[in-house]
T-cell receptor, first 112, second 113 residues
Framework: SQQGEEDPQALSIQEGENATMNCSYK?????LQWYRQNSGRGLVHLIL?????REKHSGRLRVTLDTSKKSSSLLITASRAADTASYFC????????????FGKGTTLSVSS | DTAVSQTPKYLVTQMGNDKSIKCEQN?????MYWYKQDSKKFLKIMFS???????INETVPNRFSPKSPDKAHLNLHINSLELGDSAVYFC????????????FGSGTRLTVV
């Protein structure tokens, strides 16, 4: 079953602007992860935030998690053309016999 | 060195054929996965193995059969291919379930004609 839903489905911005993507999920989680997928490539792990964390940073990435609202956001600051990709959130229930469940993704286009 | 490698990268085949996709990881991870990504980029888990033992077997047709000869390899065999099997198949690995991120292969684009 699909767990994460990203919003918006598509986002177009100019270089230097910030990009914010949101993810909502349905059931309890152990952690939530964000991945990037460039066109025609595999997914690359960006950041993991645990259920007891509220915010995490990695370079130009900032992720927040609100477990009461079952939502997360990914902020990319000072975007670059190279950030153009699809971004997916994925939830991990942390239970035996489960795997990451991915949302539908947000397609980000950054133009120079 | 490629951490998770899949072969082939592209596979074009006729309906009814049988084909295999191979996956190998050199990360020492215990758990490996197969995901299917459809034309709308939706990723769906198919199978997962932990140290050669099948732990996830989602609702996929019996024509799909995973095989893990050792914990570094997870292959996917598909019998009697159908048009609807056309998709990109991704192999991934992780250190253990519920810990850390997954490392994905670059995908195998399967086209059934």
């Amino acid at each position: 079953s699909q767990q994460g839903e990203e919003d918006p489905q598509a986002l177009s911005i100019q270089e230097g602007e910030n990009a914010t993507m949101n993810c909502s999920y349905k059931t309890s989680i152990n952690n939530l992860q964000w991945y990037r997928q460039n066109s025609g490539r595999g997914l690359v792990h960006l950041i993991l935030i645990r259920s007891n964390e509220r915010e995490k940073h990695s370079g130009r990435l900032r992720v927040t998690l609100d477990t009461s609202k079952k939502s997360s956001s990914l902020l990319i600051t000072a975007s670059r053309a190279a950030d153009t990709a699809s971004y997916f959130c994925a939830t991990d229930a942390g239970q035996a016999g489960t795997a990451l469940i991915f949302g539908k993704g947000t397609t980000l286009s950054v133009s120079s | 060195d490629t951490a998770v490698s899949q072969t082939p990268k592209y596979l074009v085949t006729q309906m009814g054929n049988d084909k295999s996709i191979k996956c190998e990881q050199n990360l020492g991870h215990d758990t490996m996965y197969w995901y299917k990504q459809d034309s709308k980029k939706f990723l769906k888990i198919m199978f997962s193995y932990n140290n050669k033992e099948l732990i996830i077997n989602e609702t996929v047709p019996n024509r799909f059969s995973p095989k893990s000869p050792d914990k570094a390899h997870l292959n996917l065999h598909i019998n009697s291919l159908e048009l609807g099997d056309s998709a990109v198949y991704f192999c991934a690995s992780s250190q253990a379930q519920g810990r850390g991120g997954y490392t994905f292969g670059s995908g195998t684009r399967l086209t059934v004609v």
